[in-house]
């Protein structure tokens, strides 16, 4: 089983909600991702968390703050978001970040987000 | 910091065609090589991978990609495309942030194939 679960699929949020986004996995993978993907561009990296530890921020501005409660759980909370934050959120998850076959990411389908 | 480029946006094909797709990324050092494919309204789905050893690797569906040290590439190949390949394909590469952090994937732009019946 490579599933990761994220909900909801999709989100529509105004401006100054808060909201949450869930992602969840039972691989016993220990290391999990965030990525942004805007229309018909690549996916890009947001956070990765090894070992329940943020180990890469990738300069995303403070209205994102990711959580890991557990090494099955990944959250993203989302407040004061703009207009240009819609996109497609993505999860994934890997055994861990030490590279090769450990490092495949299984990706989830994704939150679709609309900020109004 | 590593790149990768995808050098066709968009391609179309009839069915029956073969298919390559190039990819070149830009990385001094040790990487780990992919492509993704992702189908429409789907999750990434992992097509292929390299590490190490045979540069020639088969992965799911018919898809196979050949690693060239010397040209930084990787491209991705098909004998014959189905309608059912239609999708948008991404080369991808793993590499260490000197920074610190681990290993970092890195997406190309990605190419929207479609398969003409």
């Known amino acids: 089983d490579t599933e990761v679960t994220q909900t909801p699929k999709h989100l529509v949020m105004g401006m100054t909600n808060k909201k949450s986004l869930k992602c969840e996995q039972h691989?016993?993978?220990?290391?999990m991702y965030w990525y942004k993907q805007k229309a018909k561009k690549p996916p890009e990296l947001m956070f990765v968390y090894s070992y329940e530890k943020l180990s890469i921020n990738e300069s995303v501005p403070s209205r994102f703050s990711p959580e890991c409660p557990n090494s099955s759980l990944l959250n993203l909370h989302l407040h004061a978001l703009q207009p240009e934050d819609s996109a497609l959120y993505l999860c994934?998850?890997?055994?861990?970040?030490?590279?090769?076959?450990?490092?495949?990411?299984?990706f989830g389908a994704g939150t679709r987000l609309s900020v109004l | 910091a590593q790149s990768v480029s995808q050098h066709n946006h968009h391609v179309i094909l009839s069915e029956a065609a073969s298919l390559e797709l190039g990819c070149n990324y830009s990385y001094g050092g040790t990487v780990n090589l992919f492509w993704y494919v992702q189908y429409p309204g789907q999750h990434l789905q992992l097509l292929l991978k390299?590490?190490?050893?045979?540069?020639l690797v088969k992965g799911i569906k018919g898809f196979e990609a050949e690693f060239i040290k010397s040209k930084f590439s990787f491209n991705l190949r098909k004998p014959s495309v189905q309608w059912s390949d239609t999708a948008e394909y991404f080369c991808a590469v793993n590499a260490w942030i000197l920074t610190g952090g681990g290993n970092k994937l890195t997406f190309g732009t990605g190419t929207q194939l479609k398969v003409e019946l």
């Open positions: 994934a998850s890997s055994q861990d970040t030490s590279g090769g076959a450990k490092n495949i990411q299984y």
């Open positions: 390299y590490f190490s050893g045979d540069p």
């Open positions: 691989m016993g993978h220990r290391a």
